[in-house]
């Protein structure tokens, strides 16, 4: 049962520009994750965000939550080369275990 | 990087084989995830421990197996492998269930002709 839905399946933006993935849930969450997987790697935690929380910031990442909608956005500032990647958002309804939505797959452009 | 070891890196086998994959980690922590990779399926959790001897069915249990006998070891079987499991496997760790990171291996790319 998918929990997350990431928005857009795909991204490419240019080096420098910023680049914005969405997420959307169904169910009441205790908090809500993004990841990071780079090719043939496993996924890499980048930030938890909890749902007494509206946003989050880490280095040039911005996360945003908003429970009246179900939704979170990832923000990711002067994007550089080494931001390709996919991008994935997990969420955890109380108490369970958490679920990763199908990703976004981000390209940076030279 | 946390601690976490998956082996085989890849593996190719036939139909009908068994086959066990590893998962070994230095973490010390309590639970313990194995999760598969398919495109336009996303990440969907198999099975998953909670301590040791403890497990329990995640969403695509069926056709797989587990045990953990001592803490940093989760080993995943396909007892009888078919070719709707070629697929990548990753494990992943938590101090906690739900509310702490989940910390990922690098998987293991399985192929089943």
């Known amino acids: 049962s998918q929990q997350g839905e990431e928005d857009p399946q795909a991204l490419s933006i240019q080096e420098g520009e910023n680049a914005t993935m969405n997420c959307s849930y169904k169910?009441?969450?205790?908090?809500l994750q993004w990841y990071r997987q780079n090719s043939g790697r496993g996924l890499v935690h980048l930030i938890l965000?909890?749902?007494?929380?509206r946003e989050k910031h880490s280095g040039r990442l911005r996360v945003t939550l908003d429970t009246s909608k179900k939704s979170s956005s990832l923000l990711i500032t002067a994007s550089r080369a080494a931001d390709t990647a996919s991008y994935f958002c997990?969420?955890?309804?109380?108490?369970?275990?958490?679920?990763f939505g199908k990703g976004t797959r981000l390209h940076i452009l030279p | 990087d946390a601690g976490i070891t998956q082996s085989p890196r890849h593996k190719v086998t036939e139909t009908g084989t068994p086959v066990t994959l590893r998962c070994h980690q230095t973490?010390?922590?309590?639970?313990m995830y194995w999760y598969r990779q398919d495109p336009g399926h996303g990440l969907r959790l198999i099975h998953y421990?909670?301590?040791?001897?403890?497990?329990d069915k995640g969403e695509v249990s069926d056709g797989y197996s587990v045990s953990r006998s001592k803490t940093e070891d989760f080993l995943l079987t396909l007892e009888s492998a078919t070719s709707s499991q070629t697929s990548v496997y990753f494990c992943?760790?938590?101090?906690?269930?739900?509310?702490?990171?989940?910390?990922f291996g690098d998987g293991t790319r399985l192929s089943i002709l």
């Open positions: 992943a760790i938590s101090d906690r269930q739900g509310d702490q990171p989940q910390h």
């Open positions: 169910t009441s969450i205790n908090n």
């Open positions: 965000i909890r749902s007494n929380e």
């Open positions: 997990a969420t955890a309804p109380r108490d369970d275990k958490i679920i």
């Open positions: 973490e010390n922590h309590r639970y």
């Open positions: 421990s909670y301590g040791v001897k403890d497990t």
